[in-house]
């Protein structure tokens, strides 16, 4: 008699879903969205219909609608993304996801509060730690953010975040890149983030 080794059962490889820059990554029940590459915001609307920011995530994140306890809300793409879709039950880091989930929801309320240069600054800084790279002269954030997003998220008006973006920009504490990211200058950066 023959003995044949057992052949494994293939392994399957998680499915990559792509989405394009403004595309909305579709938020289920018990599924949680896995960042492979990009980066995207999570955001409601109030009751006025002002859209206020809830979050962004970005590569190695893992957000969806069992973290969320706020509806309505879209999960919206900053840039290209590459996500790949898992059961609520597959997260094997669940108690972490759900603490950078209230870390940083926590943080971006504080960011709402307060006078609003001192707002804009501290999304700024914060952006700037968590998807900014060094670049020349300074801390790349590598998401290209409208005003109008910005105002969003720290509670104010467009208008108001292009002004005091215009003041950074002629202090020299920030400038943009060629393909108009954020640069937040030295010694500006430093001196908030020690």
């Known amino acids: 008699m023959h003995q044949f080794a057992s052949t494994p059962a293939p392994v399957?490889?998680?499915v990559i879903h792509q989405f394009k820059r403004r595309e909305i990554i579709p938020?289920?029940?018990n599924t949680l969205w896995h960042f492979k590459t990009g980066a995207a915001r999570l955001l409601t609307l109030s009751e006025e219909g002002t859209a206020i920011t809830l979050g962004f995530w970005g590569t190695g994140d893992f957000t969806g609608q069992p973290l969320i306890g706020i509806?309505?809300?879209e999960l919206e793409c900053l840039m290209d993304v590459e996500a790949v879709r898992l059961h609520l039950e597959q997260c094997r880091e669940l108690p972490q996801v759900t603490m950078a989930h209230l870390h940083q929801m926590?943080?971006?309320i504080r960011m709402r509060q307060g006078n609003i240069p001192q707002r804009l600054q501290l999304l700024l800084t914060w952006l700037g730690q968590k998807f900014g790279c060094s670049a020349e002269g300074g801390q790349l954030i590598?998401?290209?953010l409208t005003h109008q997003e910005l105002a969003e998220t720290i509670g104010?008006?467009?208008v108001t975040v292009t002004r005091?973006?215009?003041n950074l920009e002629q202090q020299g504490s920030l400038c943009y890149s060629k393909r108009q990211q954020i640069v937040l200058r030295q010694p500006w950066w430093c001196d908030r983030t020690a």
């Open 27 to 29: 938020l289920r029940k």
């Open 156 to 158: 104010t008006t467009r």
């Open 106 to 108: 926590q943080a971006l």
């Open 71 to 73: 509806q309505p809300c």
């Open 142 to 144: 590598q998401l290209r």
């Open 164 to 166: 005091l973006m215009r």
């Open 12 to 14: 399957t490889q998680p």
